[in-house]
């Protein structure tokens, strides 16, 4: 079987060294979406050095694009075709402001194999700290079709409760059709992103956005409307990809408001509402 579970979970962490800095923070931002209108003081303080603030979600990227994802994908234990692997879910949880410049050690490891009968899903890892501690910790879920059905742990439920009621507020943003080209020279460059053949062979009749690109725009959509500005609001953010999200389409981000935390559901308004971001939970002070 291609995926050892066993191995995988009992393979040694590994480390290396991550480095940024406002150029690639600013990139990452406009990867995003940011900066549209281009002199807004709201979209400046994402895309002028002299303002720069950095948006939680920047952690997925920061010094080696998607390292979640690609990272799992190459420890021990895991020999899987990547047309069969979808980003099935990503957490973060933030130690610290993240800033604009900086130098820190990523640990990365297999926490977790499930076996969903159809498909594997492995929980990626990786912890982030500077000479000062801990910075952040990314878990991505890495779901591969095909590679389940071994009788291994089916892991815990993801699905949450929906929110009662209406939601406080509903915001659209456009993704613009260049938008995953833009956001894949922040590192993720799996080619499902921007190669209509390898699209077409994953299963999608065009290449798809990546899913944490929509990540990224919709925690930006959070902060600016219900936490005023302030990244330093941000406490943890978790998603499941629940669909895809095409170039040029317009997303729908529904928010409602609760004890110290948003709850969030995306989806895109051009296929009925389509659904693209579930479970979706922004904790904050």
């Excluded at 929980?123 to 910790?137: H, I, N």
Aim: charged content about 25%.
């Amino acid at each position: 079987m291609p995926i050892d579970a066993a191995k995988a979970l009992a393979a040694a962490p590994r480390s290396g060294e991550l480095s940024w800095d406002h150029k690639d923070v600013q990139l990452y931002h406009l990867g995003i979406g940011a900066g549209v209108p281009a002199t807004d003081p709201d979209e400046l303080r994402y895309t002028l050095e002299s303002r720069l603030h950095v948006l939680p979600s920047f952690a997925t990227v920061a010094g080696a694009g998607s390292p979640g994802v690609i990272s799992g994908l190459s420890m021990p234990g895991v020999d899987v075709d990547l047309a069969r692997v979808l980003h099935g879910g990503q957490s973060l949880t933030i130690h610290r402001p993240i800033p604009a410049r900086g130098r820190a050690t990523a640990t990365g490891r297999i926490a977790a194999v499930y076996d969903k009968g159809k498909a594997a899903v492995l929980v990626m890892r990786t912890e982030v700290a500077d000479v000062d501690g801990p910075l952040w910790t990314n878990d991505a879920q890495i779901y591969v079709r095909g590679e389940g059905g071994w009788g291994g742990d089916r892991g815990p439920s993801t699905r949450l409760e929906p929110p009662a009621g209406e939601p406080d507020l509903v915001v659209e943003r456009h993704v613009r059709e260049d938008q995953a080209l833009l956001y894949r020279l922040s590192g993720d460059w799996n080619p499902l992103h921007a190669d209509p053949e390898f699209a077409e062979r994953a299963g999608f009749d065009r290449p798809i956005l990546h899913g944490l690109c929509t990540y990224g725009m919709t925690l930006k959509a959070v902060v600016g409307t219900l936490l005023d500005g302030d990244v330093t609001r941000v406490r943890s953010y978790a998603t499941r990809f629940a669909g895809v999200v095409y170039p040029g389409e317009t997303l729908r981000i529904r928010m409602w408001r609760l004890d110290g935390e948003v709850r969030v559901a995306v989806s895109a308004v051009e296929r009925n509402d389509a659904p693209v971001l579930a479970d979706t939970v922004v904790a904050h002070t």
